[in-house]
C-alpha cells in the first residue's frame, strides 16, 4: 500500500478463505460532490502554484463539521476497503509488508502471481528468499522485502501456529512489521478501531485541519481523539480513499470534494476552480 477501512463485509471476507476480494474492489464516489464554491474568482485560481504534502497545517476543523466530515464521506464512498488483494489474513498481512514504499497495483500485481503458488506461511517460506524474489522483484525493496517475509514466515508457524497474531505486540515482533503495518492489519482483518497514518492521511489531516501534526504519531493521535465513534473503525479508509482520489497531493480536486463546506484549507475556494 502507497504508504499509507460498507467495514462489516470486508472483515466477513477476510476470515472467508473462498472470498476473492480481486473481484471486489471498491467502488468511488457516488457523487461528484456539489457542495464546492461556485463563485470563485477565476483570475485568482490562474495564480494558484500547486500545493503538496507540505502544504502547511490548515486552521483546526471546528468540533461541529467533524461528524459531517466523516457523513458526508461515507455517503460518497461505498466501499472504505484497501485495495491491496486478499483472500485471508496472511496474505493481507504479506500484502501490507509489500506494500512498504510501493503502490497497492505493484503489489498486486505480484500477489496475483505469487498467491495462486504459495498463501500460507508454510508455502512461502519453502519457497526461501531467493525463490520469493522471482515473483516480488517488481516491488521496490524487495531484497528486504523477501528477507522480511521469509523471517516472518518462520515466525509465524513457530510461534503462532501459522495464524496471523490480533494483537499489536505480537504483530510488530514479527520482521517488516512496524506500527503502520500492524494498525493497517488491526484495523482491516479484525476491525479494530486503529489508524494507520499513511501519506494520504496525513495530508488530507493537516490540509483540512481535521488533524493537525508534525508526525505521522501525532496526527494518529488526533484522529483516534476527534474521529466520531460511528466511523472510528472505517476513518483509516475513508481518509485514505479520500486522499487518493480527492484531496490529491499536488492539486486537490476541491471543485469535486464531498466535505468542501467542512474544510479548512485557506486555498479550497482557488483550488475548486481548476
Ligand atoms: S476541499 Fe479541497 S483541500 Fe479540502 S478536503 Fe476537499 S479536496 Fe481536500
Known amino acids: 500500500m502507497s504508504q499509507p477501512t460498507a467495514s462489516q463485509p470486508i472483515r466477513k471476507k477476510s476470515d472467508n478463505k473462498n472470498f476473492d476480494s480481486k473481484k471486489s474492489l471498491p467502488k468511488r464516489s457516488k457523487s461528484k460532490g456539489k457542495s464546492a464554491s461556485k463563485s470563485v474568482s477565476k483570475k485568482k485560481a490562474t495564480t494558484v502554484k500547486h500545493k503538496t504534502a507540505d502544504t502547511p497545517p490548515s486552521r483546526r476543523l471546528p468540533n461541529r463539521n467533524v461528524y459531517p466530515f466523516f457523513q458526508k464521506l461515507a455517503d460518497t464512498i461505498d466501499e472504505p ?9 496472511f496474505e493481507l498481512l504479506i500484502a501490507v509488508i509489500l ?6 497495483v505493484s503489489v498486486n500485481l505480484a500477489t496475483r502471481k505469487l498467491y495462486p503458488v504459495a498463501n500460507t506461511p508454510e508455502q512461502i517460506y519453502q519457497l526461501g528468499e531467493e525463490g520469493l524474489k522471482e515473483y516480488i522483484k517488481t516491488i521496490g ?9 521469509i523471517k516472518t514466515c518462520k515466525d509465524l508457524i513457530e510461534k503462532h501456529n501459522s495464524i496471523v497474531p490480533d494483537n499489536r505486540k505480537d504483530l510488530e515482533a514479527l520482521a517488516g512489521v512496524g506500527r503502520k ?8 482483518a479484525f476491525g479494530q478501531p486503529t ?5 494520504h492521511i496525513f495530508r488530507v489531516s493537516n490540509r483540512t485541519g481535521l488533524a493537525t501534526g508534525r508526525t505521522v504519531l501525532a496526527v494518529e493521535q488526533k484522529l483516534l481523539e ?4 460511528d466511523f472510528i473503525v472505517d476513518a483509516h479508509h475513508y481518509l485514505i480513499l479520500h ?7 499536488r492539486t486537490p480536486q476541491c471543485g469535486k470534494c464531498p466535505v468542501y463546506a467542512e474544510c479548512m484549507f485557506k486555498d479550497k475556494a482557488k483550488f475548486a476552480e481548476i
Open 81 to 89: 476497503v484497501t485495495e491491496l488483494e486478499y483472500s485471508s489474513n
Open 99 to 104: 506494500s512498504a514504499q510501493a503502490t497497492d
Open 141 to 149: 525493496l524487495f531484497n528486504s522485502k523477501a528477507k522480511n517475509v
Open 181 to 188: 503495518t500492524a494498525n493497517v492489519v488491526l484495523n482491516t
Open 195 to 199: 489508524m494507520a497514518v499513511d501519506t
Open 226 to 229: 476527534r474521529v466520531p465513534k
Open 243 to 249: 486522499g487518493r482520489y480527492t484531496c490529491q497531493a
